[in-house]
């Protein structure tokens, strides 16, 4: 008999099952080295190479300089598990930085997909070994206990509703020295400053016919209060129409959740708050190809300096731990 908690898992799967195949039917190549422009994603950082590595690529750097500065193993390369690996483009540029991972997610298309741009990998035979596992992060049995050198969740960790039995789960799986790395949204952080804001810069690149969508100036201030509050809701994925979810557990756990269950069993080595609004930008981005590069870099950076003013407030952090009873 199939359970709710059964029924849920399924959702997530087949959600993330239909997006793949949507997505590498339309010209998606999940790689941050050999991924091509795209024009099917009308505002993702996946539309265009630049952006990918001004997004994707550098939480790449930042992850891969977390194992490779925290992790020593004595018997070869790092052994990473990453949570969530979905297509696979993370998992493979570790493994071509000399980390052995192995890549698990829920989704079976994802999985499939991750195999076959692996097997299609021109720098493959200099990577590391790779593989990738399709099941249920907290029952797979092709995941020993006390293996890996690092776990890594790259925007995975916000899908548990459980963060408690998870990062147990995760402490498990590590060495007695190993490291947990996590990358993640935090939703509720989100400000109403933040929906102003973003607001603010997409009505002034649609006044410039800038921006993949129509943001008018609001013709009144009840219209500008409505507008504020739709991306608000928006941003926080909270709309009443769930639009920006991408499935059912997208928006399980914050930061209220997350990074008290995370210093709670590890010690924390680093941390980071990272940014707030371009990734709300730049895929959306319709100047001309140099220009658009160009904002994005600056957008990029403009971010990143009203985080640290904290003018914003960053909806992004970096963690990296281990485990305290070691």
Known sequence: ???????????????????IEERVAHG???????????????????RRPAYVQLDFGEQFELINAAIHEHTHPADGPPKVLEVGCGPGYLSLELARAGSEVTGLDLSPKCVQIAERFAAEDPFASSRAPLHYVAGDFQQSPAMPEDW??????????????????????????LKHDGII?????????VT????????????????????YKDYPVPADAATREREFERLFAEMRYESDDGGNL????DNEAGYAEMYPALTARFEQLSFDWRYAFFHELIGGLRFDEQLNESLAHY?????????????LSATEFFFVGRHKSH
């Open 246 to 249: 991408q499935s059912v557990n």
């Open 1 to 19: 008999m199939q359970t709710e908690s059964d029924a849920t898992l399924a959702a997530e799967a087949h959600a993330f099952d239909r997006q």
């Open 192 to 211: 109403r400053g933040n929906a102003v804001f973003v607001h603010l810069l997409r009505v002034l690149c649609s006044a410039q016919k800038g921006f």
């Open 28 to 46: 998606h190549i999940p790689d941050l080295r050999t991924c091509r422009p795209c024009d099917w994603f009308y505002n993702n950082p996946w």
């Open 181 to 189: 790395v996590a990358h993640e949204p935090v939703r509720d952080r």
């Open 299 to 311: 957008l990029r950076e403009i971010d990143r300096e009203l985080c640290r003013l904290e003018v």
């Open 148 to 173: 890996f050198d690092a776990v890594v969740f790259l925007g995975a960790l916000h899908h548990f509703p459980d963060q408690s039995a998870t990062l147990d789960r995760a402490a498990r799986l």
